[in-house]
């Protein structure tokens, strides 16, 4: 988590109103795909760190700064691309205040069976993104 959390905090400030969100996918004890939401705030994180895992994915442990999405915007849910991938485990650091996302990515995933822990370095997590979160507490 704490390199995802890096990788978030490397992007703090480009990706527009999105929040920067790292993402690192680990099999086998190895980093076999890494992401960053990109500038602009798309692609997401995990759709990055995706693309460079490529097969890799299936059966591995996501470790991402923020719950995945979960709702049809400007780009598919990012919970959707983890389920569809294979991915046996999701580390999330915190869940997302954003209503359209709210506990829904998470749930999508424990409902298609992934172990999904919830919590792992949240109060970095929170610094990270203090004013994605600040936009989504009012």
Known sequence: MRKAL?????QKGRTGENPAVGCVIVKDGKIV??????DGGRPHGETNALQVAGRQAKGASVYVALEPCSHYGQTAPCANALIEAGIAQCVIAVIDPDPRVHWRGAALLQEAGIDTIIGVCEDDAFQVNADFFARHSK
């Open 33 to 38: 795909g890494q992401g960053v939401t990109s």
């Open 6 to 10: 890096a990788l978030s905090w490397e």
